[in-house]
């Protein structure tokens, strides 16, 4: 788990998710279940759409330890 | 419906809701709490992305266009991924360079370039006007709807133009909650959290509407898409265009969208400047998502539900609205309405605030240091950025009501996103690429923002009507290749993804080449570095240097007032001036330092920065900001104090500057390269943690896979095992601790030691031996065992020592041995096996792989390699037959006994009979035929000469049956005719006739005589006789058989030939041979008759293995005639077969030689080729005995009658009459009985009258030897004789008449009869 947490912080897999999702959400993969009735694509969209804000939400939780080393407030405001 | 009135005062309500909370968090802002730091809010307020646009445009979009509306959301989600750096550098970026919007932060980061800055404003100016104007007309239109029934109710006249008063609303509401003030950092809390109050609403009221559709008006989704008709869209997400255009389409929309949340100046606004706390990113990443995934997610079942309820697709963009409205949801109504007046004031309260600061400071700001006579416009900065919103608004209203009514919304929306995508290079660039400098960045982004308005503004404008068609139809000037929407010749492609790929083709384009084309100022890149590793940038200690303060604290007080008095008002100077002096803690001060003069200054700028702008801040400073020449002194002081330090003449000075120049460039260079090296070392320290932890993972699995080995496993170093596994000890029957520090040698097998020494040695010196190898060790008894090893140099403790590795094989060896045994006893039986075995491909020609001897033998080879050479098909007497043989053998897979005619090497035909199967590979497919082959040529011919055997025993016995029959037949007509003879005396008339008969009946039984003697049942007189002697004796009789052109010749055997014979019979079959010799030479010839003695012995046997071996007494008789062919030869001792002309014989003469000579226990064989001549030979048993020389039949005393009483027993009625007849005639009494039994009735009639039986051998009811055995119980004396149609040796040999018994064999001449009878009277 651990291992899987210091991937996450790293540049390169938000990355590689970023792909990721483009493809996912890009031809040909759309072709594929664009067929037949609007049902298909629409529930592939929002099924899909909510896993990748599961997967950002996991993401921002690993980034929660990185902030508090690094992290900086803005303390300018009146 | 709701009056306008009254829509007007809830709208004012609620906007002054808003302005509550506003104020309120202001308040506790300024208290020291901070509401506004808060992620959720920073969150929600990024929401400010889903404007009137998402509300209804949406939907109007999905009714048209399926699920491309999503396409605006999905973009985002994916480039929020990348938040967590980009963001990041972005927030971090603005908190240390005071940036204050998009055009701020680009022109910070390209040298502080005021230009650039202007661009981005006029670009941002130009790309979101027609979104704000797509927000007036959102509000406008839905006013409309909501009001519209209202107004025509109320007064029909009474038409309420909204649209000023929205507009002014509008103004009023931006400048209240967002340009109330002008605010050193530009972050305005309140309006934050108003904007996240918005967006919950808005958010709320959308899902009610989608709840109240989807749920209300239908069965939910399910209910919705189940009434969709399976062709409403060719498919979900295609409009009916080109498909490849489409997906275009839809990838364009992604890559705008996934600008436009970054690049929109709103959206920087509220993501950057807005941001409180870096950390907040973090949980806008995945709540806005989710927030746009909830908004979004009934978009597409209420365009839906709107066209399943009948209403003009058209009216799409107002379903949301309308669908409540129509159905009777009054407040739904309004709650819907008020969510879109959220969406729109709440991009244009944020848009509009944000362009008005970038027009003031970026444009304004310019345009009066420009135009002195402007001058006085700085103190009215904030008044300016009032008017700066009114303007922009008003400017989005003008644009609303110019073109709004020729476009969808979303089209509106779209060309907005086009716009601010020409941010993306030079601002993604900025901050990651370290090359891109200003002048690249300004010349993409004109570039960009040109072909933007060529490609995307202008054909608007056509549409509009502002322009010429012609412009879209035909190009400028009619040059088509400079068409706007097929711009150098480009088609295919949408208007959006056209102009998309064109600007980003310029803009990209010009921006990397300016870049690399030139050369960066040293700030630029100070700049670059900067803004790139702002991540990793710290705190770096600065050298307090320590000066005489001899300025002026006052004057430089007010001079500082006096400058931010041109932009603030006048107590807001006072007080930036009195923080700054705070912040450097010189505020008590009356003098100060140049040196704190300087960093006052630095303070000022940053300070005014948040206000006007980066750059604007930085030329106002250096403009109003001017040393006194005792500053300027003082300061040079400084450098000069700095340079004492140094210890340095002017011109070392200037060396040492080119020096520290050249050593700053060098230190560049080499700090790039030990950062090359770290990174260099970095990899290598990572590399080398893995390869130890490889190191440590191997020992571990090393170490795992020895214990758990189940091979024996070794190490032994100076001749001692320092390692032993388990498995090795328990293998030697020993513990492992046992084996530590012993010789390896004492478990080797002592024949075995002295090679395994020098194997050690050889390996120890690094000779290239086999690892691999086979040895016998000893265990702990002394039970030996064979070991496979393997055995390796390897390090073990730095020191080379040998590892081994062993298996116990064994019983692998016991069994190789007991294989190759085996192996040994079958290649010998095969080897020596009769019968050939075979391995040969399979195929019409066919190659033998493998053959055993016999193989050879039978084919005549004499080795392999002559006969691998030849294919098989050449053994075939038929080579054709071969593929038959295939055929069949591949449709069956085998073959069993299969017949073949093959020809030995030197063409010799053999019979082979076969047994073969094919063999198959492990992928099935053929690999050869396996078999085995036997030379059965002998036995075909055996089993010839067994049917041909058989046949003629056959024939023998159809043949003697008959002669039976025959005889009674024959015996009536010669016993009648001899009496009709006597009757007739010598009447020569009858007499002739008569004489016919009995000649013709004589012939009949020479026949018969000649059938019953080749079915070997004729009466022979056997007795030892001298053939030679035969031989000569018939000479003279032979030379008269053959004709005079043949030359008879003798030649006899010097020894004496005794065999057991009829002498007449071996004259018949001298007779027969000799008639037919001649008949063979009708032109002469020689006849040789030939006599031998001949051992016939093992080889004769082999050949004809139904000759008794022995010695035999050879009759050869040759002679040069025609000869005959195989099949004639085949059939010769046929009866009846003959070659000759009708009635020149009888067919019967050979079949007569064999009977005769089978009934002597011979054998006659015949060899004979066409026009060579034909010899018969015949082998006859050679004894050794007495030659009895063959008596001469004596003279015949004349016949005697008598007088005795006779019982004649005869079931044949003629016979028995003509005996009784002949009998009678010769004085006899006669008692005649029709059978058996009445045979033994008469005699015990009649037992003291008769004195001699007569009785037939076979009768009815009882056969006379039943009869004579009763008759003697009674009269064991009486005299009798037998008669019967079958030869009398033929009725003895079957046991039907004992020895002793005289048998008279018809058919009876009356003579023989008479002479027999009166013998055996008077023995």
């Avoid at chain 2, 998009?102 to 981005?120: E, G, H, M, P, T």
């Avoid at chain 2, 309820?309 to 009216?315: H, L, N, S, V």
């Avoid at chain 2, 310019?366 to 135009?371: M, S």
């Avoid at chain 2, 960009?448 to 995307?456: E, H, M, S």
Wanted: proline residues 3%; hydrophobic residues 45%.
């Amino acid at each position: 788990m651990e291992k899987v947490g210091n991937l996450s912080k790293k540049l390169g897999f938000s990355v590689l998710v970023f792909f990721i999702c483009l493809f996912l959400f890009s031809w040909p993969i759309l072709s594929i279940t664009n067929k037949g009735h609007p049902e298909i694509i629409f529930l592939y969209l929002f099924l899909v759409w909510l896993i990748i804000i599961i997967l950002i939400f996991i993401m921002s939780r690993s980034y929660r330890n990185l902030s508090s080393n690094e992290g900086r407030t803005d303390k300018g405001a009146p | 419906m709701f009056s306008p009135l009254t829509v007007i005062t809830v709208v004012c309500l609620y906007v002054g809701f808003l302005f509550f909370i506003a104020l309120l968090v202001e308040r506790k802002s300024a208290a020291g709490i901070n509401i506004g730091n808060n992620p959720v809010i920073y969150s929600l307020s990024l929401a400010v992305y889903c404007t009137a646009w998402t509300y209804y445009g949406s939907v109007g979009k999905a009714a048209t266009s399926g699920m491309l509306f999503l396409t605006i959301y999905l973009g985002p989600t994916i480039s929020i991924v990348l938040w967590w750096t980009v963001m990041r550098k972005m927030v971090r970026i603005k908190n240390i360079y005071r940036i204050t919007s998009i055009a701020d932060f680009i022109s910070a980061r390209y040298n502080k370039s005021r230009s650039l800055a202007a661009i981005v404003t006029i670009v941002a100016v130009t790309g979101i006007t027609p979104y704000i104007a797509l927000q007036l007309k959102a509000i406008i239109s839905t006013f409309g709807i909501i009001t519209a029934q209202a107004n025509v109710a109320s007064n029909p006249s009474f038409n309420l133009d909204v649209g000023p008063i929205v507009v002014i609303l509008m103004i009023v509401f931006t400048i209240i909650f967002g340009v109330r003030r002008l605010d050193p950092t530009e972050r305005h809390q309140g309006m934050v959290v108003a904007l996240a109050v918005e967006c919950l609403v808005k958010l709320f009221a959308f899902v009610a509407a989608g709840i109240f559709v989807t749920y209300f008006l239908f069965d939910g989704f399910n209910d919705i898409f189940r009434q969709l008709p399976d062709n409403f869209f060719s498919n979900a997400i295609e409009t009916g265009e080109n498909k490849t255009s489409f997906y275009l389409t839809w990838t364009t929309y992604i890559i705008l969208a996934m600008s436009a949340i970054m690049f929109l100046p709103r959206q920087f606004h509220v993501s950057v400047i807005e941001n409180f706390d870096e950390n907040h990113i973090r949980t806008a990443m995945w709540l806005f998502p989710l927030y746009m995934l909830l908004i979004n997610l009934f978009v597409f079942p209420i365009a839906m539900g709107g066209l399943l309820k009948g209403y003009p697709i058209q009216e799409a963009d107002t379903f949301v609205l309308g669908l409540p409205l129509h159905f009777g949801q009054k407040w739904l109504s309004l709650l819907v309405f008020m969510g879109g007046f959220s969406a729109a004031t709440g991009m244009m309260m944020i848009s509009s605030m944000t362009m008005a600061t970038m027009i003031t400071n970026h444009l304004l700001l310019p345009f009066i240091g420009w135009v002195k006579r402007l001058d006085f416009l700085k103190r009215y900065l904030l008044q300016c950025r009032w008017a700066a919103v009114a303007i922009y608004i008003l400017i989005g209203y003008w644009f609303e009501r110019l073109v709004g009514e020729s476009l969808m919304l979303v089209n509106m929306g779209m060309i907005s996103f086009a716009a601010v995508l020409q941010f993306a290079p030079s601002l993604i660039g900025g901050l990651f690429w370290k090359q891109g400098n200003k002048i690249g960045a300004i010349s993409g982004l004109i570039a960009g923002f040109a072909i933007w308005v060529y490609t995307l503004l202008f054909p608007e404008f056509v549409r509009s009507g502002w322009l010429s068609d012609s412009l879209l139809a035909d190009g400028p000037w009619r040059i088509t290749f400079l068409r706007p929407e097929h711009l150098f010749g480009i088609s295919g492609m949408d208007p959006l993804s056209h102009a998309v790929f064109w600007t980003m083709f310029f803009n990209i384009g010009l921006y990397v080449l300016g870049s690399l084309y030139f050369e960066r100022s040293s700030e630029e890149q100070s700049l670059s570095e900067e803004f790139i590793n702002v991540l990793e940038i710290g705190t770096v200690p600065v050298r307090q240097i320590s000066r005489e303060a001899f300025i002026n604290i006052s004057d430089k007080r007010s001079e500082i007032e006096k400058l931010l008095c041109q932009y603030f008002p006048e107590e807001k100077a006072i007080a930036i001036t009195e923080q700054c002096l705070r912040t450097l803690q010189i505020n008590g001060k009356k003098k100060i330092s140049i040196i704190e003069l300087t960093e006052l200054h630095n303070e000022v700028e940053k300070i005014l920065a948040g206000s006007i702008g980066a750059s604007a801040a930085y030329h106002a400073i250096h403009k109003g900001f001017i040393y006194s020449s005792i500053e300027e002194r003082e300061l040079s002081k400084v450098y000069a104090a700095i340079l004492a330090d140094l210890k340095l003449t002017p011109s070392e000075l200037k060396k040492k500057i080119d020096y520290y120049q050249e050593k700053e460039t060098l230190l560049t260079h080499q700090a790039e390269e030990l950062e090359e090296k770290i990174k260099e070392r970095d990899r290598e320290i990572i590399e080398r943690k893995r390869t130890e932890e490889k190191l440590i993972a191997s020992e571990a699995k090393y170490k795992t896979v020895t214990e758990s080995s189940l091979t024996g496993i070794y190490i032994h170093q100076n001749g001692k095992y320092v390692f032993v596994n388990d498995q090795f000890a328990e293998m030697h029957g020993y513990r492992t601790e046992e084996l530590i520090g012993k010789e390896y040698l004492f478990l080797i097998h002592q024949d075995e030691r002295e090679l395994v020494l020098s194997r050690v040695k050889k390996r120890m010196s690094g000779d290239k031996i086999p690892q691999r190898y086979e040895v016998r060790r000893v265990k702990k008894g002394g039970q030996l065992m064979w070991c496979e090893t393997i055995a390796t140099l390897i390090q073990y403790e730095n020191k080379p020592a040998i590892m081994g590795n062993i298996i116990d094989i064994t019983e692998r060896k016991i069994t190789e041995t007991a294989l190759k045994e085996s192996e040994e006893k079958y290649r010998t039986l095969i080897e020596n096996l009769n019968i050939g075995v075979y391995r040969n491909t399979v195929g019409p020609q066919g190659f033998f792989i493998q053959a055993n001897p016999a193989m050879l033998k039978i084919f005549g080879y004499d080795f392999f390699e002559d006969f691998r050479k030849i294919s098989v098909s050449d053994l075939y007497q038929q080579p054709e037959e071969r593929a038959l043989f295939v055929e069949e053998i591949l449709k069956k897979g085998f073959v069993k006994d299969k017949e073949l005619r093959m020809r030995k090497k030197d063409g010799t035909p053999i019979w082979a009979s076969v047994t073969a199967s094919i063999r198959y590979d492990e992928n099935g497919d053929i690999k050869w035929i396996d078999g085995v082959l036997e030379d059965i040529t002998e036995r075909k011919h055996l089993e010839d000469q067994l049917r041909h055997a058989q046949k003629m025993e056959a024939i023998g016995t159809l043949a003697g049956g008959i002669a039976h029959d025959f005889n009674n037949v024959l015996t009536a007509i010669i016993g009648y005719g001899s009496l009709l003879k006597d009757e007739i005396g010598q009447d020569i008339h009858y007499r002739k006739y008569l004489d016919y008969i009995l000649s013709a009946a004589d012939r009949a039984a020479a026949l018969i005589r000649s059938l019953l003697a080749f079915s070997r049942k004729q009466k022979l007189s056997i007795e030892p006789l001298d053939l030679n002697s035969i031989i000569m004796r018939l000479k003279s009789l032979l030379l008269r058989i053959i004709e005079e052109n043949i030359e008879l010749k003798i030649v006899l055997s010097p020894e004496v030939l005794t065999i057991m014979a009829d002498a007449g019979q071996i004259e018949q079959i001298l007779m027969n041979l000799a008639s037919n010799a001649r008949d063979a030479m009708p032109t002469g010839g020689i006849l040789t008759i030939e006599t031998q003695c001949v051992e016939l012995a093992v080889e004769a046997l082999e050949k004809h293995n139904y000759i008794k071996p022995g010695e035999y007494a050879l009759i050869s008789v040759s002679d040069t005639g025609t000869g005959m062919d195989e099949n004639t030869k085949q059939r010769i001792f046929e009866p009846f077969f003959t070659t000759k002309e009708v009635g020149k014989g009888t067919g019967l003469g050979l079949a007569m030689i064999y009977g005769i000579v089978k009934q002597h226990n011979g054998y006659v064989n015949v060899y004979s080729e066409p026009k060579k001549g034909t010899t018969v030979k015949i082998y006859l048993p050679n004894i050794k005995a007495e030659v009895k020389e063959p008596g001469y039949a004596a003279i015949a005393p004349p016949l005697k009658g008598g007088t005795e009483t006779i019982l004649i027993a005869e079931d044949d009625k003629e016979v028995r009459s003509l005996i009784i007849n002949l009998l009678e005639g010769q004085g006899y009494k006669i008692i005649e009985a029709i059978d058996g039994d009445d045979a033994v009735s008469k005699f015990i009639e009649n037992k003291d009258r008769i004195q001699f039986l007569l009785l037939d051998v076979i009768m009815p009811k009882k056969d006379g030897r039943k009869v004579l055995e009763e008759i003697t119980k009674i009269r064991p004396d009486i005299k009798m004789i037998f008669m019967s149609g079958y030869p009398a040796d033929f009725v003895r040999s079957r046991g039907i008449v004992e020895e002793g018994l005289t048998i008279i064999s018809k058919p009876i001449s009356p003579e023989e009869l008479f002479r027999k009878i009166r013998e055996t009277l008077d023995q």
